[in-house]
């Protein structure tokens, strides 16, 4: 029996690109450098669903830096070449 991989559907998990395949493809199409905390806001606000952080800041007025519009856009569009959105 022949079994033809090529032919089935991809898993979850292979369809998903890590934040560091993320990092490469936004640093060598637009030269950005993108940390993960921008990726995961960037994740979030497309709905795409993350873990719970236990990292937690322990006052409640600590400032979380905002991910600017170029890095969001150059983010977006590597989310749409893994095809995550």
């Known amino acids: 029996m022949d079994l ?8 979850s998990a292979e369809s998903k690109a890590t934040y560091g395949e993320i990092q490469d493809y936004v640093k060598e199409h637009t030269g950005l450098q993108v940390s993960h ?15 719970v952080n236990y990292n937690l800041p322990k006052s409640e007025d600590s400032r979380v830096p905002q991910c600017p519009p170029e ?15």
Do not use: P
Request: glycine letters at 2%; proline letters at 0%.
């Open 4 to 11: 033809n991989l090529d032919e089935m559907d991809l898993t």
């Open 37 to 51: 905390l921008y990726i995961a806001q960037v994740k979030r606000k497309n709905g795409i669903i993350e873990r």
């Open 71 to 85: 890095k969001e856009k150059a983010i977006t569009e590597a989310l749409k070449y893994f095809q995550m959105i």
